[in-house]
């Protein structure tokens, strides 16, 4: 029998948004009810610089905040770096790891992102790794196997349900109004959880969730969010707007 999983709705901030943000954060507390509560997690990864604050504003909100990357190592002489246990110090309950724009614009590996997932379990904190195919690897047929190796590679040995997040993201879907059609999305889930049953402990692979990141925006959630083993969203440009990320949570009302 399937393990119930509750789902996720991530934003991811990137490198967007100042202190006057912080206010989204209060417009989504706002649409957070408890009836929505009560159904979903909802998670606000803003830029590390507003991440304290960002974890105050949301403070009683049933809204929990993240990072989106951290370094492997707990502490020392890595002039910029930040550690997953400082994030946790400051109130991040999750760190992304692995996303494409970290694995393109900073070289990370396989190798790297499973060295920081491992540093994300270290601090007790939900490691949200990223996979996802570029257009060429899709249109070569390349999809599945790209986002297997990436799984294999970045995933580390016993990983729980409550440590490990895995966000499917099309490199392609990412910032361009394009995204995978239904049945697409269905087939890489469906491998990723087959491939979760080879790399995460028994009894734990079935409450790993797994979501779906890629242009995801209040007029196509609905569909994305109904496939089967797409447990939630990783949300990029919608989610800087509470109206618009909160439009997306709300397709599990
Ligand atoms: P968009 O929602 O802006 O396409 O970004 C998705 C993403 O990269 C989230 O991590």
């Known amino acids: 029998m399937p393990a119930v999983r509750r789902p996720l709705v991530a934003g991811n901030w990137k490198m967007n948004g100042s202190r006057a943000a912080l206010a989204e954060i209060g417009g989504m507390a706002q649409a957070f009810d408890a009836g929505l509560r009560s159904k979903i997690d909802l998670l606000v990864c803003p830029p590390v610089p507003l991440l304290w604050a960002a974890a105050k504003a949301a403070l009683g909100t049933g809204i929990a905040v993240g990072a989106q990357d951290c370094h492997a190592r707990t502490s020392g002489a890595h002039t910029g770096d930040v550690s997953a246990e400082m994030l946790a110090d400051v109130g991040a309950t999750a760190v992304i790891v692995g996303h494409s724009e970290r694995r393109a614009d900073h070289g990370e590996k396989d190798q790297d992102v499973r060295a920081k997932a491992e540093a994300v379990r270290r601090a007790a904190l939900t490691a ?11 249109e070569a047929g390349k999809t599945l196997a790209v986002v297997r190796r990436q799984l294999r590679g970045s995933i580390p040995e016993g990983s ?25 999305v269905a087939e890489v889930h469906g491998m990723i959880r087959a491939e979760l049953r080879k790399l995460v402990g028994k009894g734990e692979f079935e409450g790993v969730r797994i979501l779906y990141g890629g242009s995801v925006k209040p007029s196509n959630a609905a569909e994305l969010m109904a496939v089967e083993n797409v447990d939630g969203a990783l949300v990029g440009g919608a989610s800087l707007k509470a109206s618009d990320f909160m439009g997306i949570a709300g397709v599990y009302r």
């Open 128 to 138: 949200i790794v990223c996979v996802g195919e570029t257009r060429d690897e899709r």
């Open 160 to 184: 729980t349900a409550a440590g490990l997040v895995v966000a499917y993201e099309p490199v392609w879907a990412i910032g361009t109004g394009l995204t995978p059609t239904v049945a697409d």
